[in-house]
C-alpha cells in the first residue's frame, strides 16, 4: 500500500462526493418534481459511490506505518485522531481533510447556477466517468474493480441523463439554446483537466491499477462533439484550461461547500451521529 | 384542447406507469407522472416508481390516450430498490421496548 | 338513470365501503372537498422537502447524509402521487401549483417551523412523520379509490422516515450533553406544533361531519390527537426526554394521558401566514417552480421538434 494509491482513491472519491454535493442542492428546487427525484436519485448513486470509495480509502489509510500516516494529512482534527492511535473511517475522511488535501477536480466543484450549467458540468463528467470506469474494471486493485462495475451501470443512466438534457436544451427553444451555449462554453475551460495525468495517474497507471487518462481523451472528445451537435450547440473554443485541482489546489467554491459540509463534524469533535 | 391546456402550454402530458416487477407476470398500472415525451416519462417511471431498481419491464401511455371501463382496480403494491436498503425500516436500530413505530 | 339514482347508487358504494373510482358519479361537493384536502396533503409534502433540505448538505456523517436525501426525495415522491390522484378529479398540476403560489391553497402549517439544529431532523422524523402517518393510515382506506392507492404507497415509505427520526433523537439522547441539549430543544420546539398538525378541537372543525360521512376521513381530529400523543409519550420516555407539557399525566379512568392547553391562537396566525417560515417557504417553492419554466418550455419544445421531424420522415 502506498500514499500514492491512497491518493488515487481519494481522487475518485472526492469527486464523487463534491459532485454528489452539488447535485443534492437542488433537492426541493428542481424544475419539475420528476426531474427533482430524477437529480437526487443521480445524487444518491454519487454519495453511495463516495462511501464506498472513502471506505476503502481509510482501510487503506490504517494500514500505513504510523509515521506515514502523520505525513499525509495536515489538518489538526486528523492529526489529533491519528495521534490518539485511533483509525480513521469514511466520515473522517470527508469531514475533516483540509481543502488542499481534497482531490477531486475543479469541473465538479463549479457552481450549479441553473439547469444548463447542471446539465453541462453532468454531461463533461458523466462522459469522463463512464470511459474512467469502464477502464478502472480492469485493475488490478480487486476493490476497486468490484466499485468501478458497480457504479459503471449507474454511470451509464447518468450519461443518459445529461446528454439528453443538453440536447433537449440545446435544441428546445431560443432562451435555452442560449443559455446551454453559455453554460458548455464557460465550463469548457474545466474539462482539460479531466483527462490530464497528474503524478499520481502516472504512478498508478504503471502500476496496473489505474486508468490511462491519455487514452480517453479522444473518446471523451468524440462523445462530447457529438451530443452538442445533436444538441445544435457550437463547439467550445479551445483555450486556456484550468487545473490543480487533482493537485490539491481548488477554486474558491471548494472552500464554501467545506465550511458547510463539514460543520457538524468540526464543531462538535469525536461524537456519534 | 380544454382552457388549462391554453393557459399553460409547456404543462407536460400525464402518462400512465404500468410496471412488470417479475418476469412471467402481469404489468401493473402503479400510478402517473408528467414528461416531455415518452423516453422521458420511461425514464422518469424508473426514478419515481421504482427508484431504479433492475430487471423491471416498464409502459406508459399518454393518458389522454387510455380508455376506460370497469374502473375497479386493486391496491398497487410498491418494492422499494433493492440495494438502497436505507430505505427499509428494519435498517435503523431501535430498542426493543419502542412501539407502534 | 336519473340523478336521484346516481346519488343512490354512490350512497350505497360508500355503505359498502366500494372505492369511488374517476368514472364513477359523485357529488360535486365531493369532488371539490377532494381536490382541496388531496392538493393541501400533496403541498405538504413539497413544502415539507424545504426545511429538512436545509441538512442535506450539513449532514454530520454520510449515512445520515444519504438517509436524508432519500427521504427528503421520498416526499417529493409523496407529492407526486397525490397531486396525480388529484388530477383524477379533473384538475392539472400547473394549476394546483398556481392555488399554492397564490397563497389561495394551504399546506400543514408545521412546515413553516424553522430547522434550526441537526436535532430537528430527529424530531421532524420522529414527530412529523410520526403524526402524519397516524393521519394517513386510515386514508389507505379512503372512499376515493387513487386518493387510497396513493395513501398506501406513501404509508409504506413514512415508516422508514419515522425510524431514522427516533434513530437520529436516540442516538443523540444517548451521546453527550450538548447532544442531550440539542435533542431536547428540538423537542420543546416541535412538540406543540406536532400535536396542532391533526387539525382545529372536534367543536371547531366545519368539515369533520360531511367528510367522516365520505369517508374521506376517518376519524376526527381530536381522536388522532390523542392516539398520537398516548403513544409519543411513551417513546420519549425511551429517548430520556420531558414532553414540554406541565399539565401532561396519565388519566386512569380514561386510559389516556391528559394534556395542556394548546395555543390555538398560533396555530391560526401561523396558519394565516404569520408564522416564522410562510413567505420564506413560499418564496422558494415560487422561486423554483418560476425559475424552472424555461426548462420546461424547451422540453415540451424539443419533443415536439422531435415529432414533427418523425412525421416528416415518415412522409
Ligand atoms: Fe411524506
Ligand atoms: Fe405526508
Ligand atoms: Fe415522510
Not at chain 2, 13 to 19: K, R
Amino acid at each position: 500500500m502506498s500514499v500514492q494509491k491512497l491518493k488515487y482513491i481519494l481522487q475518485i472519491a472526492d469527486n464523487a462526493l463534491i459532485m454528489g454535493h452539488r447535485l443534492s442542492e437542488w433537492c426541493g428546487h428542481g424544475p419539475i418534481l420528476e426531474q427533482d427525484i430524477a437529480l437526487t436519485n443521480i445524487a444518491l448513486d454519487h454519495l453511495g459511490q463516495a462511501r464506498s470509495l472513502y471506505q476503502y480509502a481509510a482501510e487503506q489509510f490504517n494500514e500505513l506505518p504510523r509515521a506515514e500516516q502523520e505525513k499525509v494529512f495536515t489538518s489538526p482534527a486528523l492529526q489529533a485522531i491519528i495521534a490518539g492511535g485511533q483509525p480513521i473511517d469514511e466520515d473522517d475522511m470527508a469531514y475533516l481533510r483540509d481543502g488542499w488535501d481534497f482531490y477531486n477536480v475543479l469541473l465538479v466543484e463549479q457552481a450549479n447556477k441553473d439547469w444548463a450549467y447542471t446539465a453541462a458540468r453532468s454531461l463533461y463528467y458523466d462522459t469522463f466517468n463512464y470511459h474512467f470506469y469502464t477502464g478502472l474494471q480492469n485493475s488490478n486493485d480487486e476493490t476497486l474493480a468490484a466499485i468501478a462495475e458497480k457504479s459503471l451501470k449507474e454511470v451509464t443512466y447518468h450519461m443518459r441523463w445529461s446528454s439528453e438534457w443538453v440536447i433537449r436544451l440545446g435544441d428546445g427553444t431560443a432562451e435555452s439554446h442560449k443559455r446551454m451555449q453559455e453554460a458548455a462554453s464557460y465550463l469548457w475551460q474545466y474539462t482539460g483537466e479531466l483527462c490530464t495525468m497528474v503524478e499520481t495517474d502516472k504512478a498508478m497507471y504503471k502500476a496496473g491499477t489505474g486508468v490511462n487518462l491519455d487514452e480517453l481523451k479522444t473518446k471523451w472528445a468524440t462523445a462530447i462533439g457529438k451530443v452538442l451537435d445533436e444538441a445544435t450547440l457550437a463547439q467550445p473554443e479551445e483555450g486556456w484550461m484550468q487545473q490543480g485541482g487533482k493537485e490539491g489546489r481548488h477554486t474558491e467554491h471548494l472552500g464554501y461547500i467545506l465550511a458547510e459540509m463539514q460543520y457538524m463534524q468540526r464543531t462538535y469533535p469525536n461524537m456519534e451521529w | 384542447m380544454s382552457q388549462q391546456e391554453t393557459e399553460h402550454k409547456s404543462e407536460w402530458p400525464l402518462w400512465e406507469v404500468f410496471i412488470r416487477s417479475k418476469a412471467g407476470l402481469d404489468h401493473k398500472h402503479v400510478g402517473s407522472l408528467h414528461a416531455a415525451d415518452a423516453q422521458m416519462a420511461i425514464e422518469n417511471a424508473r426514478d419515481v416508481y421504482t427508484r431504479r431498481m433492475e430487471g423491471v419491464s416498464i409502459w406508459v401511455v399518454e393518458s389522454k390516450y387510455l380508455h376506460t371501463s370497469d374502473p375497479d382496480e386493486s391496491a398497487s403494491m410498491y418494492e422499494p430498490a433493492n440495494d438502497k436498503i436505507y430505505r427499509h425500516p428494519t435498517f435503523y436500530n431501535l430498542p426493543d421496548e419502542l412501539k407502534h413505530m | 338513470m336519473t340523478v336521484h339514482s346516481f346519488e343512490e347508487n354512490f350512497e350505497e358504494k360508500l355503505e359498502k365501503d366500494i372505492a369511488i373510482e374517476p368514472r364513477d358519479w359523485m357529488p360535486d361537493t365531493y369532488r371539490k372537498t377532494l381536490i382541496r384536502q388531496i392538493s393541501q396533503h400533496a403541498h405538504s409534502e413539497i413544502v415539507g422537502m424545504l426545511p429538512e433540505g436545509n441538512w442535506i448538505t450539513r449532514a454530520p456523517s454520510l449515512r445520515r447524509k444519504a438517509v436524508l436525501l432519500a427521504k427528503v426525495q421520498d416526499e417529493a415522491g409523496h407529492g407526486l402521487y397525490l397531486y396525480s390522484a388529484a388530477e383524477t378529479l379533473g384538475i392539472s398540476r400547473d394549476e394546483l401549483y398556481d392555488q399554492l403560489h397564490s397563497g389561495k391553497a394551504k399546506y400543514s402549517s408545521i412546515f413553516n417551523y424553522p430547522t434550526l439544529t441537526w436535532a430537528d431532523m430527529g424530531a421532524i422524523g420522529w414527530l412529523v412523520d410520526g403524526a402524519a402517518i397516524m393521519n394517513q393510515v386510515p386514508l389507505c382506506r379512503t372512499s376515493y379509490g387513487p386518493y387510497a392507492r396513493a395513501m398506501v404507497r406513501v404509508c409504506k415509505e413514512e415508516s422508514f422516515h419515522q425510524r431514522q427520526g427516533f434513530e437520529i433523537m436516540l442516538t443523540l439522547s444517548k451521546g453527550t450533553a450538548v447532544q442531550k441539549k440539542m435533542a431536547q430543544d428540538a423537542l420543546n420546539r416541535w412538540w406543540w406544533p406536532s400535536i396542532m398538525m391533526f387539525g382545529p378541537p372536534d367543536d371547531n372543525s366545519p368539515h369533520t361531519e360531511q367528510s367522516m360521512h365520505w369517508k374521506i376521513k376517518r376519524f376526527t381530529n381530536d381522536e388522532l390527537r390523542q392516539k398520537f400523543i398516548d403513544v409519543t409519550v411513551e417513546q420519549a420516555k425511551i429517548l430520556g426526554l420531558s414532553v414540554p407539557d406541565a399539565d401532561l399525566k396519565w388519566n386512569e379512568a380514561r386510559g389516556h394521558y391528559d394534556y395542556g392547553k394548546i395555543d390555538w391562537d398560533e396555530f391560526w396566525n401561523v396558519v394565516k401566514g404569520n408564522g416564522p417560515c410562510n413567505k420564506e417557504r413560499l418564496e422558494t417553492r415560487r422561486k423554483a417552480w418560476e425559475g424552472g419554466e424555461w426548462v420546461r418550455e424547451a422540453a415540451a419544445a424539443y419533443s415536439e421538434k422531435r415529432k414533427q421531424r418523425s412525421r416528416q420522415e415518415a412522409a
